[in-house]
């Protein structure tokens, strides 16, 4: 799991695998489709047109097929394509973990591992779908993302501000103060006994791993 992925000093060298696979499609389609997969890293092997339909044949990274691409072919081809793959070899690759923070904590359910040139856009959407979903506590909320131990992301989820002064008419300052004074003092116990730990529904958590 991504979890588990130990700290980069401690890697000497990262594989990852690789698919072989084949895509038919019609000439419309084959510009768009060579995008997406060299969008997804992957390695043209071989073009070859049969009749009236184009066969490519690409190496690429299985992490890069395991989530949308099956999806993306058909809908680029209107469902006119096919997808196929078999296993391929295992290559050296730049593999870095991409860690998600709350108020400096490791939310490791949000964890994820991807290829180097992908981890700053992971980052910024992993933050920025958490700053979405997550709703206002009753303290300031420091949102980040981390490539390894190095934080590439910030972002801030003010608190709600409740008027603990509402009720206090006139003008005694005092009073006022002490109120103030005494809703800090609470909102600074609540995040040090951690009672303001923050939940998210599973519709948000699925919403934030696909982001």
């Known amino acids: 799991t991504a979890a588990a992925f130990p700290p980069p000093d401690t890697i000497a060298r990262v594989h990852e695998?690789?698919?072989n696979a084949s895509i038919m499609c019609l000439p419309d389609h084959l510009g768009p489709i060579i995008q997406l997969l060299q969008g997804r890293r992957g390695t043209q092997v071989e073009i070859q047109y049969v009749g009236q339909r184009v066969v490519l044949q690409y190496a690429i990274p299985l992490a890069q097929v395991i989530t949308t691409l099956s999806d993306d072919i058909k809908?680029?081809?209107s469902g006119y394509a096919s997808f196929d793959y078999k296993m391929g070899e295992w290559q050296p690759s730049s593999i870095v973990k991409v860690n998600a923070l709350l108020n400096g904590d490791r939310v490791d359910a949000l964890a994820a591992i991807v290829h180097e040139q992908d981890a700053l856009p992971r980052a910024r959407a992993i933050v920025a779908a958490l700053k979405e979903h997550i709703p206002r506590q009753l303290f300031d909320l420091r949102i980040q993302a981390?490539?390894?131990?190095k934080v590439v992301v910030?972002?801030?989820?003010?608190?709600v501000?409740?008027?603990?002064?509402a009720k206090c008419y006139g003008g005694?300052?005092?009073r006022k103060k002490k109120l103030l004074e005494k809703q800090k003092e609470g909102k600074k116990k609540l995040k040090e006994v951690g009672l303001g730990n923050i939940t998210l529904s599973h519709t948000a958590l699925v919403a934030i791993m696909r982001s």
């Open 75 to 77: 809908s680029i081809s």
């Open 146 to 149: 981390a490539i390894g131990s």
């Open 161 to 165: 501000r409740k008027n603990v002064l």
């Open 17 to 19: 695998r690789l698919v």
């Open 154 to 159: 910030t972002e801030r989820l003010t608190a």
């Open 172 to 174: 005694d300052i005092t």
